[in-house]
């Protein structure tokens, strides 16, 4: 059910199975849970119409399983048995089954965890550019944070900025050893966690993004040349780089606003997609990072 | 030649006005003024194979979709979770419209009125820019009942995973879509006849389906004549590891390795050598110094023994030991086996055991023998192919680094000698927490 790797020590078996409680004898003198009655399990009211709105939109109520645990995980910060009690009477499924679903995923946890998740990759191009150790000093750093759930975990899909972590969703990197406190301190002050190096920000690696045209038909403004929009170094300005939802907040609205919103002023001067600090794009990575 | 990767840092261009201002959902339009037979027989002619792995061409995925009226379904793969691949996140993330367009194109050639993109959890930022991105090209008549005025209707809902690497397995995928614990199915019946909710399903790749709106602008033919004759069109590559510049590159297929890792990806790191690399994701066989003149390509690294796979490259520099890399890709596989056949569950955690007793000082060279032949019983005998991702990359490298695995063995023998032989534990007997390998 967990990650190879985690503060929590999660039961595993020798053959490898992921269900709880292998070992455990069943309670025959307990009937099997059977889908809880909705009037003896109060819902909250925004869960239920989460729960609701995805069940409608699949042919299948089933299917709205995940969905709806993401929800009960979000609101109760793990699938409790409450939890999973509330899902299934609103889906009108049987505990284990949800259950049975909630053990397979590892983002979801079965026994109570910190608020703030950050997933260390651990896979083998992180590791091979330090993710190790870094994780070491996470967890380092982490001890006695109760509100800081460290876990390693397999290749989340970002081993272009190896090493890398995902803190709360948000994927950071290429860390260093520092960054490991950095991080605990970003999430006690409930600020963005390593704003410059946000992976929502950086720009692609390939030199031929800018320049080549294709015929999807010619552009009507100006290119703006890559080196002039690479931006600032992470020493820059913290009020002068976007925030952290800019790459998904450019609206409708705002771009009729800005129509031609790559002649912005100063503020502008880091549109979505590209990384501040940034700048060294071509040149060769420090070669000790993180080791 | 950029065709997935034209401008993709363009500001605004997950938005549709500027997606729109670039052409974009023309070529939506000119597929619902052909028949989808037609369009069907473009993507046919384009050569275009899936980019997820396995590479069967397209047009013919989708000619296997019965005709007739029934409830057909459309599935995007975008769980990316293979190690070493992370070249649909930047796509979704940067030009979330083009896979869309796609899979509006897609679903009217095979005649599905519901679409789906299964995104894997972890993907929390590119799945909220996707969800603007749906509810955009829904309130512009995109998606949804009658697009455009056409007589195809189609639904398309972002279903977002919980972290599972077999849920990138097709049938696992479908099973995890039902709302189920992902484990794969067997086959026959294929997905194209009996997949999700029972249906007929045609499922594909991110990468591919955002191909689409490219082939139906350039024409099938005019596609076709990108790359080699059996790999067409532009591919993305991931590259990562020990190199200088990792990132995606968009390149035409049957470019040499040398070039995507010296010329894009910078060659490896100061003062190193490469040792091997991995062509496909961790899953393919690795490659060693020698086959970096390769062409690029699905067939050519078939013929070298290794495969396309995902064109995820990662390098593993001379300051790596084989060892080292071997233990990291059986955990992984080890801890994302489903459970479900018995080759795939005990291979891959015998397969991390055996490799640990040679860390330990307690393997003897004929251990790279049961070793190979435990991969060997893998591959072929299960319902999916993780067990084979895992039994393929460690049978070449104990084929390849035989003579370096002996000597680690030697090496590791030696540095045990001094420890006492109660402290060695028996493999197979497992403490109370009896984790097939240590939790941290």
Known sequence: MSATGSRRPVPRFGHGSRVPGWDDAVDLTKPPATIPDPALTPVPPGL?????????????????????????????????????????????????????????????????????????????????????????AMLAAAEGDPDVDVRSFECLGACDIAPMASVNGEYVGPLDLADAERIVEDLRTGGPVLEHKQLRYRRSAD????????????????ETPM????????????????????????????????????????????????APGDGDEGSPRATEEGR | ?????????????????????????????KALDMTPE????????????????????????????????????????????????????????????????????????AGTSRTFIYIRGEYALQAD????????????????????????????????????????????????????????????????????YHGPTLINNVETLATVPAIIRMGGEEYAKLGTETSTGTKLVSISGDVQRPGNYEIELGIPAREIIYGLGGGPLEGREIKFWFPGGSSSPVLTRDDLDISFDYDSLAKAGSMLGTASIIIVDDSHTVLEVALKVAKFYAHESCGKCVPCREGTNWTVKMLQRIESGEATPMDLDIMASVQ?????????????????????????????????????????????LEDVVPIGVADEHAGPFPVH
């Open chain 1, 48 to 136: 239920k119409e989460t729960i609701e709105a995805a069940m409608a939109k699949y042919p299948d109520r089933r299917s709205a399983a995940i969905p709806a645990l993401h929800a009960a995980q979000e609101v109760y910060g793990w699938c409790s048995p409450e939890a999973i009690d509330q899902v299934a009477s609103v889906m009108e499924l049987t505990p284990a089954y949800l259950t049975s679903v909630a053990t397979f995923y590892d983002m979801f946890s079965t026994v109570p965890k910190p608020r703030n998740d950050v997933y260390v990759c651990t896979n083998i191009s992180c590791s091979l550019l330090g993710a190790d150790e870094f994780f070491e």
């Open chain 1, 207 to 222: 030199p031929g993004v800018a320049e080549e045209e294709t015929d999807f038909g010619p552009p009507d403004r100006d």
């Open chain 1, 227 to 274: 080196s002039d929009t690479a931006g600032l170094g992470p020493e820059g300005d913290a009020e002068d780089r976007p925030g952290p939802t800019a790459a998904i907040e450019m609206t409708t609205e705002q771009l009729a606003d800005h129509p031609e919103p790559e002649k912005a002023t100063d503020e502008g001067e880091h549109p979505a997609g590209q």
């Open chain 2, 1 to 29: 030649m950029k065709l997935l990767f034209d401008r993709i840092d363009e500001p605004g261009l997950n938005t549709l006005p500027v997606y729109e201002r670039r052409g974009g959902y023309q070529s939506l339009r």
């Open chain 2, 38 to 109: 037609e369009v069907t027989s473009q993507l046919m002619d384009s050569g275009i194979r899936g980019r997820g792995g396995a590479g069967f061409p397209t047009g013919r995925k989708i000619s296997f979709l019965p005709h007739g009226d029934m409830d057909k379904y459309l599935v995007c793969n975008a769980d990316e979770s293979e190690p070493g691949t992370f070249k649909d996140r930047e796509l979704m993330q940067k030009n979330p419209h083009m896979l869309i367009e796609g899979i509006m194109i897609a679903a009217y050639a």
């Open chain 2, 129 to 196: 820019i996707l969800e603007a991105a749906i509810a955009e090209a829904e309130a512009a008549g995109y998606i949804g009942e009658r697009i455009l005025g056409s007589e195809h209707s189609a639904s398309l809902v972002l279903h977002r995973g919980a972290g599972a690497y077999i849920c990138g397995e097709e049938t696992g995928l479908l099973d995890s879509l039902e709302g189920k614990r992902g484990n794969p199915r067997l086959k026959p019946p294929f997905p194209a006849i009996e997949g999700l």
């Open chain 2, 376 to 420: 060997e019983q893998i591959i072929g005998n299960c319902l999916c192919v993780l067990g084979d991702a895992m039994a393929m990359p460690i049978g070449s490298m104990v084929e390849k680094f035989r003579s370096e695995l002996e000597a680690e063995i030697e090496a590791a023998r030696e540095r045990a000698d001094g420890a006492e």
